[in-house]
């Protein structure tokens, strides 16, 4: 069972960047769609961007513009730079392969989290 597992987040000033990153055991990545969540505390978890094997990539309206996903040429990692950050983007931010319906593949990793202060 594939985990993906994240890291780069932190506390940051609203207006300031972060870039978030997420790999796992070798070359899971190739072939899928893989994509961002996040959670933020009483929310539901929400798809914020994905990228596709081939580089197009989707974005969620709240962060179009902002946030920018992205995947290395070896497949092993996927990245997500989040620029000009809002309190409203604190949450707990989650990599993963979707599935054709956009659910999830695999099972969450620990997420890493992201704090915007205002």
């Known amino acids: 069972q594939v985990q993906p597992v994240e890291s780069g987040g932190g506390l940051v000033q609203a207006g300031g960047s972060l870039r978030l990153s997420c790999a796992a055991s070798?070359?899971?990545?190739?072939?899928?769609?893989m994509g961002w969540y996040r959670q933020a505390p009483g929310k539901q978890r929400e798809l914020v961007a994905s990228?596709?094997?081939?580089?197009?990539?989707n974005y969620a309206d709240s962060v179009k513009g902002r946030f920018i996903i992205s995947r290395d040429s070896a497949e092993n990692t996927v990245s997500l730079q989040m620029n000009s950050l809002k309190p409203e983007d604190t949450a707990v931010y989650y990599c993963?392969?979707?599935?054709?319906?956009?659910?999830?593949?695999?099972?969450w990793g620990q997420g890493t989290q992201v704090t915007v202060s205002s």
């Open positions: 990228i596709t094997f081939g580089g197009s990539t």
């Open positions: 070798g070359r899971v990545f190739r072939g899928y769609t």
């Open positions: 993963n392969a979707l599935l054709p319906n956009l659910t999830p593949r695999w099972a």
